[in-house]
């Protein structure tokens, strides 16, 4: 898809996409968990086609270019003319991690320092090092434009649980719920949090995805049949079979 194109998408048909996203990492966990920064860099990709603004200062979409172009980069013995290169993995990591670290303390509250410390939380998190990646979200939430903060709060919850903080992830996705965005609506949040509470509150969970099973929005309805199904039926919802 050339770029003119994908700056003319729709924003229905983004939002769409956006829960197609949320509908894969329901299906594929397993890989969501190994392959975590790669997931967040290709919902970047699209949130970015959809949020940029021509009217961002030049040093800032010049600083993001750079950084996106490190984490590009290629190592090893792998050689491509069009991207940068580096000795080693170790290497392209320490010049990623400063490349976004600059842009990220430099541009906070912008689009581009949102971006920054989104990728940063994610090489924290496939790290292991869960603390960092909380603060980086964290920062998202609190200072980034709306669209990129609505992504934060499910990447800060998802970080929370693994922590085992589930009453944090809870009040994070409840914010969710209660303030959504273009890029995460209430559906999708509520599809988030009723997978969370569906061991510890299995009640909640159907109270929050037996309404979501007959939506009109084909992904959001397959995703809350899938997910209820996987939590005790006392007190579901019968589907209907147009959602089927």
């Known amino acids: 898809m050339d770029r003119q194109t994908r700056k003319d998408l729709k924003t229905d048909k983004f939002a769409e996409e956006v829960v197609d996203v949320f509908e894969w990492t329901s299906l594929h966990k397993a890989q969501v ?40 980069a290629t190592t090893g013995a792998t050689i491509q003319a069009a991207n940068l290169h580096f000795d080693s993995e170790a290497d392209k990591t320490k010049a990623k991690v400063q490349a976004f670290t600059d842009l990220s303390a430099k541009y906070n509250g912008t689009q581009e320092g949102a971006i920054a410390d989104i990728y940063l939380a994610s090489y924290a998190t496939d790290q292991g090092r869960l603390d960092e990646a909380e603060k980086r979200y964290k920062r998202v939430v609190d200072d980034a434009p709306k669209a990129y903060a609505g992504l934060a709060r499910i990447s800060l919850a998802q970080v929370y649980s693994s922590e085992g903080k589930l009453a944090e992830a809870e009040k994070v996705l409840r914010e969710a719920i209660a303030n959504p965005t273009a890029t995460v609506s209430k559906e999708q949040a509520s599809l988030v949090l009723g997978e969370l509470l569906s061991k510890s509150n299995p009640a909640e969970a159907h109270k929050l995805l037996d309404p979501l099973r007959t939506s009109t929005r084909a992904a959001i309805s397959r995703t809350a049949i899938t997910d209820a199904a996987n939590i005790p039926q006392g007190g579901a919802l019968p589907v209907s079979p147009a959602a089927k």
Do not use: F
Not at 49 to 67: G, H, I
């Open 33 to 72: 968990v190994r392959y975590g920064a790669v997931l967040v860099a290709l919902v970047l990709i699209v949130v970015g086609v959809m949020y940029y603004n021509r009217s961002q200062a030049a040093a800032r979409q010049e600083a993001l270019t750079k950084a996106l172009r490190v984490d590009d």
